[in-house]
C-alpha cells in the first residue's frame, strides 16, 4: 500500500460553535510504510520508566544554569517562576493529553499523535499558517535545546581531559582574532596553563572540532537513531546518576557554607532576562506525547506527569539555590565553576561529578530530543526517514560548532526560552484543551456510544443484537485470518478506522485486499495488523436504546451526556457482560431443548441418562460463568468495578469530570493568560538589558 492519501473520508455532522464543519478537520498520521519499516517504537514503557524519562526530560542542560539565574534574578522572584512554571506546565502537559484524547478513535490512546500532529489537526482553513508558525517554533524549541546539550557537554569533557591528561585537542576551523582561515586551520592544543576565557576551554572566538566534542558524537549520535522505547535502559542509568549528582551538589554546597551575601543573591536581582532560563527548564511539555504514545496501557497520567514534574522543579530549587549561596555564581554555570581548580570547598568528589554530568544527564538526553524531533517530521509526512533523522540527530550537531566558543550560548538559550517556551508549552496545549471542549470533534456515525457521550453527542447504548459475538468473530480477532465477504474496519492514514469489506483471501505479503466505504480510492490492500472488526463501531446505522423499563421498577434514565466519564466506562461494562451473559443463557437454553429433543426421539431410559449426565455438566460449568457475570455486573452497579488498563487510560481526564465544561475552559485561558503575560514581562526585561 502506498503513502498517499485517499479522499475525503470525514463524512460531515453537525458543526460545532465556531461554525467548522467535520469536513474541516481531518486527521493526518503517519504512513503505512513508516510504521512498518520500525520508524516508531511500541506500547512498552512502564510506569517507573517513563517517570524517570519525563525527569530527565524537565532538567537537562537547564539544571546547570540555575545557579547563575538566583545569582542576577534573585532568590525570590526565580522561585515564585519556578512555582508558577510547575504548576502551568503540568496543567499544560494534561489539558494537552486530554485534547489528545478527544481526537477520533484515540480515547484510550491507541493512535499516534504527536504534538505538531495536534497542532495540524486544530489549525484548518483560515488558520492553516498557524499550524506552519508551530512547526517552526517546535523546530526551533528542540534544535536549541539539542545544541545547548551537545555545547554543554563537549565543553566539559574537554575541561575533563585537560584535568586528567594535561591537554586536550581540536581541529581549528577558524579564528575569529586573526580574521584567517587559512593560516590557523590545523590541529591545536590546549593545557590548562593556555585556558581561555569564555566558556569554552579554547577561548571564545575559535571556532573548533574538539576531542571532547568527539566524544560525546561517539556515545550519543548512534542513540539517536534509536526509538524511544529503545532508550529507556538509558533513561534509567541517567536519572539514577542525576539523582545522585544533584544530592552530592546539594550536600558538598551545605559543608562548605551558605552565604547569600558575599556571593551575591539577591531578594531581587537586576538581570530579570535570566527568567527565560527557567521557562526553558520547562520545554518538556511538547515531549510529552511521544511519551503517551510510547507508554503501556493502563499507566497513570496524571501522577505520573505531576510526580515528575515536581521532582524536577525540587532538583532546580534546590541546585540551584544551594550552590549559589555556596559559590559565586554570576560568571558561567555551574559545570564550568565546579571543573575550575580555583574554585573554593569543591572535593575531588564534586569535581568528579561536575565531569561525568554531561555524560549522565546531558547525553543521554540528547537522543531523546533527536527521536522526538524525527517522530513530529514522519508523523505528519514532512520528509522521509534519512531526512528526518538527518534533521534530528545530524544537524545539531553540524550547528553546535558555531556556538562551540564564546558567550553566545547563553544568549542562545534565554531568547529560545523567551520566544518559543510559553507559545508550545503552555498556551497551545490550553488552547488545544479549549478547542476540544468547545467544537465537536467526532462525527456520531465513527463513535460508539461511549465516546460519542464524552463528545457530547446525543445518543443511546448501541443494542448487542447489532453485533453480536460469536465465537468465530473472536478467532478472526486473534488471528487476523478474514475471509472475503467479512465487514471490517481498516486503518487508513489521514482517515484514522474506516468501514471496508474483505474481498480476498489473504495474500502472499500477509495483507488483504478490501474495498473501503466512501474513499475515491476504494479498493486496497492493508496489512493484517491494520484489520479489525466492526463489532464495537457504528458506521451510520441507526443506535437505539435496549434499556426496558420494567413495570415494578421503572427507572428514569440519567442523560448520557452528563454521565461522568467513570459512569460511561462502567456502563459500557455493564453492556459487555450482558452480552456475555446472553450468550451464556442461550447455550444453556441450547442444552436444554437438545436433552427434550432427545428423550423424544430416543425413549430409551440409558440413552437419557447418558446425554442428561453430559449435558448438565455441561450447563453447569455454563450456570458457573453467569453466577460470576452477574456478580460482576452487580459489583460495577455498586461502583466496585476493577478497570482494565485501557479502561483506565479512558478515565483520564486533566480536570474533575465534574467540574463543568465552562469552567475548565475559563481555567485553561486564565492558564493562556497568566503564562503569556509573565512571557511579556520576561521579554520585556530581557530587550530593556539588552538596549543597556
Known amino acids: 500500500m502506498g503513502e498517499s492519501e485517499c479522499g475525503n473520508s470525514v463524512r460531515s455532522g453537525r458543526s460545532g460553535r465556531s461554525g467548522r464543519s467535520f469536513d474541516d478537520r481531518t486527521i493526518v498520521t503517519q504512513s503505512e510504510a513508516v510504521v512498518a519499516a520500525g520508524q516508531f517504537g511500541d506500547k512498552t514503557i512502564g510506569m517507573i520508566s517513563g517517570f524517570m524519562l519525563l525527569v530527565n526530560n524537565v532538567t537537562g542542560p537547564g539544571l546547570v544554569q540555575m545557579p547563575q539565574v538566583f545569582t542576577k534574578s534573585g532568590w525570590l522572584l526565580t522561585i515564585l517562576s519556578l512555582l ?341 508549552n503552555f498556551a497551545l496545549p490550553a488552547w488545544f484543551y479549549i478547542q476540544s471542549l468547545t467544537v465537536p470533534a467526532q462525527s456520531s456515525e465513527y463513535l460508539d456510544d461511549d465516546e460519542a457521550a464524552e463528545a457530547g453527542l446525543e445518543t443511546a447504548l448501541i443494542s448487542h443484537q447489532h453485533h453480536p459475538w460469536t465465537p468465530e468473530l473472536a478467532a478472526q480477532e486473534a488471528t487476523g485470518t478474514w475471509s472475503p465477504g467479512d465487514l471490517v474496519r481498516v486503518w487508513i492514514p489521514g482517515h484514522q478506522w474506516v468501514p471496508a469489506t474483505v474481498t480476498s483471501d489473504q495474500n502472499d505479503d500477509n495483507t488483504y485486499s478490501v474495498t473501503c466505504e466512501g474513499l475515491q480510492e476504494n479498493d486496497r490492500d492493508i496489512a493484517v495488523s491494520n484489520i479489525k472488526s466492526q463489532t464495537d463501531l457504528l458506521f451510520g446505522q441507526q443506535q437505539t436504546d435496549i ?60 440413552e437419557q441418562v447418558t446425554l442428561k449426565k453430559l449435558h448438565q455438566k455441561e450447563m453447569k460449568k455454563l450456570q458457573r460463568h453467569v453466577d460470576i457475570i452477574i456478580q460482576d455486573m452487580e459489583d460495577t452497579r455498586t461502583g466496585n468495578i476493577k478497570l482494565s488498563p485501557a479502561q483506565r487510560d479512558e478515565l483520564f481526564a486533566a480536570l474533575p469530570s465534574k467540574m463543568s465544561t465552562r469552567t475548565k475552559v475559563v481555567l485553561a485561558w486564565v492558564l493562556i493568560v497568566v503564562t503569556t503575560v509573565f512571557n511579556i514581562v520576561a521579554l520585556a526585561y530581557a530587550i530593556n538589558s539588552a538596549a543597556s
Open 547 to 606: 434499556q426496558e423499563e420494567t413495570d415494578s421498577n421503572p427507572v428514569e434514565q440519567k442523560p448520557i451526556e452528563h454521565m461522568s466519564p467513570r459512569r460511561l466506562v462502567e456502563k459500557r461494562h455493564l453492556n459487555e457482560l450482558q452480552i456475555r451473559l446472553d450468550r451464556y443463557e442461550q447455550e444453556i437454553e441450547r442444552l436444554r431443548e437438545e436433552i427434550n429433543a432427545f428423550i423424544i426421539q430416543y425413549p430409551g431410559e440409558g
Open 84 to 424: 508558577i512554571c510547575w504548576l502551568s506546565a503540568s496543567f499544560a502537559c494534561t489539558m494537552m493529553l486530554e485534547a489528545m484524547k478527544r481526537i477520533p478513535g484515540n480515547s484510550k490512546f491507541e493512535q499516534r499523535i504527536e504534538f505538531t500532529t495536534l497542532a495540524k489537526y486544530h489549525f484548518v482553513g483560515k488558520l492553516k499558517f498557524m499550524y506552519y508558525a508551530t512547526l517552526i517554533c517546535f523546530l526551533l524549541s528542540f534544535l536549541t535545546t539539542l545544541v545547548t546539550s551537545v555545547i554543554e557537554s563537549a565543553q566539559t569533557m574537554d575541561e575533563a581531559l585537560i584535568e586528567l591528561f594535561g591537554k586536550s585537542c581540536a581541529v581549528q576551523i577558524y579564528n575569529n582574532e586573526t580574521a584567517s582561515i587559512g593560516g590557523k586551520f590545523g590541529l591545536d592544543c590546549i593545557s590548562e596553563a593556555s585556558e581561555g576565557s569564555g566558556e569554552s576551554p579554547f577561548g571564545p572566538k575559535a571556532y573548533v572540532v574538539s576531542i571532547g566534542y568527539a566524544v560525546v558524537l561517539v556515545v550519543a549520535l548512534p542513540l539517536g537513531y534509536w526509538n524511544l522505547d529503545d532508550n529507556i535502559w538509558v533513561q534509567n542509568f541517567a536519572f539514577c546518576g542525576l539523582c545522585f549528582i544533584v544530592c552530592e551538589w546539594c550536600i558538598q554546597a551545605l559543608v562548605h557554607g551558605i552565604d547569600f551575601d558575599k556571593n551575591d543573591v539577591p531578594v531581587a536581582g537586576s538581570d530579570q532576562s535570566q527568567i527565560g532560563t527557567v521557562l526553558f527548564n520547562y520545554a518538556f511539555v511538547t515531549t510529552v506525547p511521544s511519551w503517551v504514545n510510547e507508554k503501556k496501557v493502563g499507566v497513570p497520567i496524571n501522577k505520573s506527569i505531576w510526580g515528575s514534574s515536581f521532582l524536577g522543579t525540587m532538583m532546580f530549587l534546590f541546585t540551584g539555590l544551594l550552590c549559589a549561596g555556596a559559590w559565586d555564581s554570576s560568571s558561567g554555570n555551574l559545570l564550568s565553576l565546579l571543573t575550575k581548580s580555583s574554585t573554593p570547598g569543591v572535593g575531588n568528589l564534586t569535581r568528579a561529578l561536575a565531569y561525568l554530568f554531561p555524560i549522565i544527564a546531558l547525553v543521554t538526553s540528547i537522543p531523546i530530543f533527536s527521536i522526538i524531533v524525527r517522530y513530529n517530521l514522519l508523523e505528519n509526512n514532512l520528509c522521509g526517514p534519512f531526512w528526518a533523522s538527518f534533521w534530528g540527530a545530524v544537524f545539531p550537531w553540524l550547528a553546535a560548532i558555531a556556538l562551540y566558543t564564546g558567550d553566545a550560548l547563553d544568549d542562545v538559550v534565554n531568547w529560545s526560552g523567551l520566544l518559543t517556551i510559553v507559545p508550545l
